[in-house]
């Protein structure tokens, strides 16, 4: 057991370009979160996946951003036509969806719009 | 949706000194963490405390769910203990992983 893993750590990247954050988590984890911080706040719930259907969006995943869990293991966050206030940390997550829903998180990809 | 509130936001200690950490939300939940956030920003997960009271060294959590508050412990702090502890919940009946996160307590331990 790893923990989660999040690539790439830091993210720099101009307004307009796309960026793709790839999350792999606990092995036997079979949920899988994404969550985005910004600074001096608690992170923000995104999306989730059990499996590979995500099964939850949050309104704040607008139409420029999109995940998947193709084969239920690892998971990608896409983000197309960066702005400014995309920038943020980007958290993934994974729990075993069974009794206790501990989640645990990976240690995030930053990043940063110019 | 629900709300979380924790206080105090900031909280400076000297090394050795014991704190509490509160936490208040506004409806029922059947999931509630805390969770340290280093100065590199990783969230490490302390305390799964629905309810009922938990001990892990030198931290100690107790949540009160009928009174809709959590409260953390830390005794003889450390340098280490530096750092953001947030306070996420699961609204009872909600949708599963939308944890709530509270804006945290930033705690800063002073040798």
């Known amino acids: 057991d790893t923990g989660v893993s999040q690539d790439p750590r830091h993210k720099i990247t101009k307004r307009g370009q796309n960026v793709t954050f790839r999350c792999d988590p606990i092995s036997e984890h079979n949920r899988l979160y994404w969550y985005r911080q910004t600074l001096g706040q608690g992170p923000e719930f995104l999306t989730y996946?059990?499996?590979?259907?995500?099964l939850e969006k949050s309104r704040l995943l607008s139409d420029r951003f999109s995940a998947e869990r193709p084969k239920g293991s690892f998971s990608t966050l896409e983000i197309q036509r960066t702005e400014q206030g995309d920038s943020a940390m980007y958290l993934c997550a994974s729990s075993w969806g069974s009794g206790a829903n501990v989640l645990t998180f990976g240690a995030g990809s930053r990043l940063t719009v110019l | 949706g629900i709300q979380v509130e924790q206080s105090p936001p900031d909280l400076i200690l000297q090394e050795g000194a014991n704190s509490t950490l509160r936490c208040n939300f506004s409806d029922s939940v059947n999931n509630l963490q805390w969770f340290h956030q280093n100065p590199w920003g990783q969230l490490i997960n302390l305390f799964y405390i629905p309810s009922g009271t938990k001990q892990n060294g030198r931290l100690s959590a107790t949540t009160v769910a009928t009174e809709r508050y959590s409260l953390l412990y830390i005794s003889s702090s450390q340098t280490t203990d530096s750092g953001v502890y947030f306070c996420a919940v699961e609204n009872y009946g909600g949708s599963q992983g939308n944890l709530i996160f509270g804006k945290g307590t930033k705690l800063s331990v002073k040798p």
């Open positions: 996946f059990q499996n590979e259907a995500q």
